[in-house]
Structure formats: structure tokens, C-alpha cells
């Protein structure tokens, strides 16, 4: 029985660790600091499209729900088909792909146009292209976060999630920034009288990261890990025996962590145009919204070290912990800033409770996601867990509407009611991730693809036959040298 659950966990037998499969350390390959940051670099940065893309775009249009709903459900798409690809066919060409439907279908959406100018044809074309274009963010996920993670193992031990929560969790943060100061911008340049134009210009700069990125990744290689673990036949059974437990903890947390962070970030522009004066411009709502989202950087920043400093694992739970503390510090005082004159108040009391899930799940969610699976299986592993976190996302877009409304008439309540439920739901959170989840030290992707090594050869499974064709090609050379 105690075996049974020690496999169940994601853990082999205490005599089977030692089964090694590496000739040499990642960080031991003869290569120069940027040969060895630029892949972190190129792999991760892309999610700046996620946070970019699927910033604020439609807060203030008759259209948030339908087009933000179906963006969320292309990304679901993408992290699910990506993930199988990614493992399957290729770490680079999975990226290199979902960088090109970026760059087409970014362009399409700020070109989108309905027959004979119909404005319902208009937004039905809009949806179709945000589908496809979260498709493209969705592959961001499984084939660029992965390939980051284990780009970081050829990196000083010590410096390795800092370094992968830099290039996925700050990027995506950074673009929700830009998400909120763009759309002011284009409102100054163009006007309140023209914001037809200033919505397809913000839609039409969303092309330039992946165009920035594009180059990059043609040049890229297949990750080292990647290339000495692949998967040439896949055990199912086995596999989900092996991880069917720890990727649904990781899931739900992810899960959770959407359902709250992508929904307030989603309403935070309708509660600063409630908290305004009835007649401030709209490029000033734009411009608290900046202002809020940027409280999200030093959080995933000061996240990213802490990361190092104590663990994956405990960082989250000290973020996600702190986070529900001040949230319900906020719903105690959300009457007192439930009105014009403390609009600033509101930004900051509720800039740190953003900050803080940026030191907790943000940044560490997906760094376990990438870390507690086998190389092999990482890209579905971390797809399904990504997935789960968008679904969750989708879900609160539509749960928090009916959290406000069960307030009535009450506006102090509407306001108090997100917290209470967004609060309890950190504190939950961090207890599932106590309890739980491993911690992630700084070799646990070598450590755990020996693990998972050990488990198939336990069960029979042929291991010499994973790897891809590059690392037989190299092995076979080396052996007949």
C-alpha cells in the first residue's frame, strides 16, 4: 500500500533514484553565458503576448464577455494541442509554430472587418480571429514554457527559477502593463470620437513581440533535456499512474489562481469607472488600470528571487497565504474606499493584493507545473495544468458578474463580495499547496526524469529506446570513437 501511494505521488522507489541517465551535468556543457541565457530568453519571453493580448482591451466595450470568453477558450485549444505536440513532434517546431499563428492571426484581428461594414459582422470576425490567436498564446505555454524550464538547467544553480519566472510570469505581467498603456495612449492620440481606430492600433501592435521573437526561435534548438529523454512510444497507463495525483493539485491550484486573478483583472476597469468621477475621460480609467497592473512586476520580481532563496513551493504558500490576509484586510475597509475622493487608496490596498499573488502562484505555478513532471511527458503534463488555470479563468469571467449581483442593491457589498470568495479561495490554496505538492530544487528536472527513469524501468518499459534521433545519432558517434 505505501508503494502504491508512493507511485500515485510521483515518486519511485527510494532504491531506483540512483538510476542515471545523464553523462555530464547540464551546466557542465562547454558553453558561453549567452549561448546558455538566449534559449530562457527566446523560449519564454513570448508569453508578454498573453498578458498583452488578453489585457483590457474589451473592458469598456458591449463586447467583453463574448470576445474575452472565446480568446480564453482558443488558448484552452492551444495549451492542450500544443502540449501533445510539443512532447510528441518537437519542442522548437511547436514554438516556431505558435509564434507564426501570433504574428498572422494578431494582424487579422486588428484588420477585422464585417460585410458591407456591419457591425455585427464585424465582431463575429473579431471573435473568429481572437479563437485562432488564442490558439497561438495557448502553444506559448506548453512548448514555451516547457522548453524554458529546461533551457535554465544549463544555467548557475542557485539563479534557475528566477531566470524562467523573468522570462514567463514578468513577461506576461510586463504585457498587461503595456495592455492598459497602450489603449491610453491610442485614447489621447485619437480621441474619444475615434476609437475605432485606437482599438485596431492596439490590436495591431499586439504583432510586434512575436515578430520580435521570430528570429530568435528559427535559430533555436531543441533543449538538451529534450533531446535525451523524448519519447519514442508512450505508455499511457503508466504515465498517468505515475502523475495523475500531483498534476491534479497542481491543476486545481492553477485553476484557482485564475479563477480570481484573470476575472479581477477583467472587472478592475469597471470598478475604477465606478469609483471616477461620472465625467473623467476615459483614457483616465485607462491610467489607474496601468497603475494598478503595474503593482504586478514587483511582486513577480520579488517573487522570482524569493523563489530561489526558500523553494518553489513555500514561496507560493507564503504569496497565496499573505494575499488572502490582505484581501480580507480590503473587504474590511472596501466601504471606506468605495468612493471618488479615495481612489487612490483602492489602487494601492489593492495593487499589493495583486503583487502578492504575483510572490505566490504567479510566479510559482508554472515553474512546479514545468519541474514535478518527467521531460518526456512535460509538455501534456504542463498543457492540461495551463489548461485547467484558463478554465478557470473562463469560469470567473462569468462566476463574478453573479458573486456582485448577489449583493442586490448593496454597492458596498458588490464590492466586498469578489474579495471574500477570492480571499477564502487563497487561503485554500496555499493549504492544498502545503500539504501536497513537492518542493523544487535546483536539479529536480534531472532528478525527476530519473525518477521517472526508475518507475518505467520497474514496470518493463524499454528506456533505451527515448531520445531523439539527433542523441542516438551523437551516442552511436561517441561510442564508436
Known amino acids: 500500500m505505501e508503494n502504491e501511494?508512493?507511485?500515485?505521488?510521483?515518486?519511485?522507489?527510494?532504491?531506483d533514484r540512483r538510476v542515471s541517465i545523464h553523462a555530464a551535468p547540464l551546466d557542465a556543457t562547454p558553453k558561453t553565458r549567452w549561448e546558455r541565457s538566449w534559449p530562457t530568453?527566446?523560449?519564454g519571453a513570448g508569453l508578454f503576448s498573453d498578458g498583452y493580448l488578453n489585457g483590457d482591451e474589451y473592458s469598456n466595450s458591449s463586447a467583453q464577455s463574448n470576445v474575452t470568453s472565446i480568446a480564453f477558450a482558443g488558448t484552452v485549444v492551444g495549451q492542450l494541442a500544443f502540449g501533445y505536440l510539443s512532447d510528441h513532434w518537437s519542442r522548437r517546431h511547436s514554438l516556431l509554430l505558435s509564434t507564426i499563428i501570433l504574428i498572422i492571426f494578431a494582424a487579422l484581428g486588428a484588420g477585422s472587418y464585417g460585410a458591407g461594414g456591419s457591425v455585427g459582422g464585424l465582431f463575429a470576425a473579431l471573435t473568429a480571429y481572437r479563437f485562432l490567436l488564442g490558439i497561438g498564446i495557448g502553444g506559448e505555454y506548453p512548448a514555451g514554457s516547457v522548453a524554458c524550464a529546461e533551457a535554465t538547467g544549463e544555467l548557475k544553480r542557485g539563479h534557475r527559477n528566477r531566470w524562467f519566472i523573468c522570462f514567463t510570469n514578468l513577461a506576461?505581467?510586463?504585457?498587461?502593463?503595456v495592455a492598459s498603456l497602450v489603449p491610453m495612449i491610442m485614447v489621447l492620440?485619437?480621441?474619444e470620437n475615434h476609437l475605432r481606430a485606437a482599438w485596431r492600433m492596439c490590436l495591431g501592435l499586439g504583432v510586434i513581440p512575436p515578430l520580435s521573437l521570430l528570429y530568435l526561435r528559427i535559430k533555436l534548438q531543441e533543449p538538451e533535456e529534450y533531446n535525451r529523454n523524448k519519447m519514442n512510444h508512450y505508455p499511457y497507463w503508466l504515465i498517468l499512474k505515475f502523475y495523475w495525483f500531483r498534476l491534479s493539485v497542481v491543476a486545481l491550484i492553477w485553476f484557482i489562481y485564475d479563477f480570481s486573478s484573470y476575472s479581477f483583472g477583467i472587472y478592475s476597469s469597471s470598478w475604477l469607472a465606478f469609483l471616477l468621477p461620472a465625467t473623467a475621460p476615459l483614457w483616465k480609467t485607462f491610467g489607474w488600470n496601468t497603475v494598478i497592473n503595474l503593482f504586478y512586476c514587483p511582486g513577480a520580481v520579488a517573487g522570482a528571487f524569493l523563489s530561489d532563496l526558500i523553494g518553489a513551493k513555500?514561496?507560493?504558500?507564503?504569496?497565496?497565504?499573505l494575499q488572502g490576509i490582505v484581501g480580507f484586510i480590503m473587504t474590511a475597509?472596501?466601504?471606506?474606499?468605495?468612493?471618488?475622493?479615495?481612489?487612490?487608496?483602492?489602487?494601492?490596498?489593492?495593487?499589493?493584493?495583486?503583487?502578492?499573488?504575483?510572490?505566490?502562484?504567479?510566479?510559482?505555478?508554472?515553474l512546479l507545473a514545468s519541474k514535478t513532471s518527467a521531460t518526456s511527458v512535460r509538455g501534456m503534463?504542463?498543457?492540461?495544468?495551463?489548461?485547467?488555470?484558463?478554465?478557470?479563468?473562463?469560469?470567473?469571467?462569468y462566476v463574478f458578474p453573479s458573486i456582485i449581483k448577489a449583493a442586490g442593491d448593496n454597492v458596498i457589498k458588490q464590492g466586498q463580495y469578489p474579495f471574500y470568495v477570492s480571499s477564502a479561495l487563497c487561503i485554500f490554496s496555499g493549504l492544498i499547496a502545503l500539504v501536497f505538492l513537492p518542493n523544487v530544487g535546483q536539479d529536480t528536472i534531472t532528478e525527476e526524469d530519473e525518477r521517472f527513469r526508475a518507475y518505467l524501468i520497474e514496470h518493463g518499459y524499454d528506456v533505451s529506446t527515448m531520445?531523439?534521433?539527433?542523441?542516438?545519432?551523437?551516442?552511436?558517434?561517441?561510442?564508436?570513437a
Open 333 to 366: 475597509l472596501y466601504g471606506h474606499l468605495d468612493h471618488p475622493g479615495q481612489v487612490g487608496g483602492f489602487v494601492v490596498v489593492y495593487g499589493i493584493f495583486l503583487a502578492l499573488g504575483e510572490v505566490g502562484p504567479g510566479d510559482n505555478i508554472g
Open 189 to 191: 492620440i485619437f480621441s
Open 41 to 43: 530568453i527566446a523560449c
Open 172 to 177: 506576461i505581467d510586463v504585457g498587461f502593463v
Open 314 to 321: 513555500y514561496c507560493l504558500v507564503l504569496g497565496v497565504w
Open 5 to 15: 501511494k508512493t507511485i500515485a505521488e510521483g515518486y519511485a522507489p527510494e532504491q
Open 467 to 480: 531520445g531523439t534521433k539527433k542523441f542516438h545519432e551523437e551516442k552511436a558517434l561517441a561510442n564508436s
Open 381 to 397: 503534463y504542463y498543457g492540461i495544468a495551463a489548461a485547467c488555470g484558463k478554465i478557470g479563468a473562463f469560469v470567473g469571467n
